[in-house]
């Protein structure tokens, strides 16, 4: 059974960082691209990061390009996300989510094409 768990999440101020991490459980990680969602009150959830199960590509939104960083550790079983020079407007329950790909250099950042999720972490950043 694919389980993740997110976790690192929190108040930060403007212009702050946080990391936030997703801990994966019940099958082989280095298997699965992984996604990183995001959903604002009243929004729909948005995706805005993936890496590849190589780790070799990796994508961003625009909106956190320059500003967010997201690698794996498959030894670990975890997948991170830096998060940089933090705005008010990065507030959300933050999901990651994985996604069985052909490629090993390939990821997504469309909802559909993810497999399983996390339960969510709430950041809040405040101004």
């Known amino acids: 059974q694919l389980n993740l768990v997110e976790s690192g999440g929190g108040l930060a101020q403007l212009g702050g960082s946080l990391r936030l991490s997703c801990a994966a459980s019940?099958?082989?990680?280095?298997?699965?691209?992984i996604g990183w969602f995001r959903q604002a009150p009243g929004k729909e959830r948005e995706g805005i990061s993936c890496i590849s199960r190589s780790g070799g590509s990796t994508d961003y939104a625009d909106v956190v390009k320059g500003r967010f960083t997201v690698s794996r550790d498959n030894a670990k079983s975890t997948v991170y996300l830096q998060m940089n020079s933090l705005k008010p407007e990065d507030t959300a329950v933050y999901y990651c989510?994985?996604?069985?790909?052909?490629?090993?250099?390939?990821?997504?950042?469309?909802?559909?094409?993810?497999?399983?999720w996390g339960q969510g972490t709430q950041v809040t950043v405040s101004s």
């Open positions: 989510a994985v996604a069985r790909t052909y490629s090993s250099d390939y990821c997504g950042r469309t909802k559909a094409e993810y497999d399983a």
């Open positions: 019940g099958f082989m990680l280095n298997y699965y691209a």
